[in-house]
């Protein structure tokens, strides 16, 4: 009985350890998601503006460009998965995995080539351990994300964009990360970036009462476009690196409060098995010195006969 009662304590002690941990990464992830809701909104407006600017140069210019016109037969497209570096956070890498399987399906069955593009350690091992190809990766930066990380990540795609799909390059370009929308609440989403649809940018200011501004465009449109391109490109993944990161460190304070509660909740229950055991052990102690005594008591009266 000594013996289960030395297991009970034992477990304890680790479930006690393993809970402090938890009860860390959960502090350590609701400061963190702090941080990272104000850069998402301080990063919103920018590229707001920013899209509203491209929509006024589509709109008001008949000018093709990789930035507004659609190929007439698309025919290849890349997809940008932004995953973590790290786990811990549930079902977050997962989900965004699986809405990115889920429009490579749909972007296949419509006869597109993908070419798929990944940030974050866990999405890179899901597609390596499948032996998905994938043309190009960056991690290490994916809890705090700089816009220069953006720029890195952005340079290859927008070199893709810009070349003919028969030199390598794509029609389309597609990105796939979770949108933070409050502390409990973050959903895997997919959107396309390139070509920029127009008609749905244009609507929404109307539904806020708003009109577009008027712009007159130096030296051409064109030019115009040429330049808004990388920056409508980086602002659009930074801020869905903002997003990503918020919901990521949203995910890891949920998942790891999850765990300390059921870490005390274990010890809750260990302790109750732990104090059964130790009063069965004094139980037993009281019978054994109860019945020494009792024999002892009957071995003396024989004796005194």
Do not use: C
């Not at 009860?23 to 850069?39: D, L, P």
């Not at 991690?139 to 952005?154: C, I, N, Q, R, W």
């Amino acid at each position: 009985m000594g013996a289960q009662l030395r297991v009970y304590k034992r477990r304890i002690r680790s479930v006690t350890a393993t809970k402090k941990i938890t009860k860390a990464m959960e502090m350590i992830a609701a400061s963190r998601v702090v941080k990272a809701q104000r850069k998402v909104a301080a990063s919103a407006p920018y590229a707001t503006e920013l899209t509203r600017a491209v929509t006024a140069v589509g709109t008001g210019s008949n000018t093709k460009h990789p930035l507004t016109t659609e190929a007439e037969t698309a025919t290849r497209s890349a997809v940008l998965l932004l995953t973590s570096d790290r786990g811990l956070a549930g079902a977050f890498n997962s989900n965004a995995i699986k809405e990115a399987e889920l429009l490579t399906a749909r972007l296949e069955a419509e006869g597109k080539e993908v070419d798929t593009y990944i940030v974050g350690r866990r999405g890179l091992a899901h597609y390596n351990f499948r032996e998905l190809k994938v043309v190009e990766s960056w991690s290490g930066f994916t809890d705090e994300p700089a816009y220069a990380d953006a720029k890195k990540v952005a340079a290859p795609l927008i070199e893709a964009i810009e070349k003919d799909t028969a030199a390598g390059g794509v029609d389309e370009l597609h990105i796939v990360y979770t949108e933070f929308v409050s502390m409990m609440t973050q959903t895997a989403v997919d959107g396309r970036l390139l070509p920029l649809r127009l008609e749905e940018v244009a609507e929404e200011p109307s539904t806020k009462g708003e009109i577009l501004p008027l712009f007159e465009f130096e030296p051409s449109a064109e030019d115009v476009l040429d330049a808004l391109l990388p920056r409508y490109v980086e602002s659009r993944i930074y801020n869905a690196l903002l997003q990503s990161a918020a919901s990521k460190h949203a995910a890891t304070r949920r998942a790891m409060k999850s765990a300390t509660d059921n870490a005390g909740d274990l010890i809750t229950s260990l302790s109750r098995l732990a104090n059964a055991a130790r009063q069965a052990e004094i139980t037993q102690e009281i019978s054994e010195i109860v019945g020494g005594s009792a024999a002892l008591a009957d071995a003396t009266a024989g004796s005194d006969k």
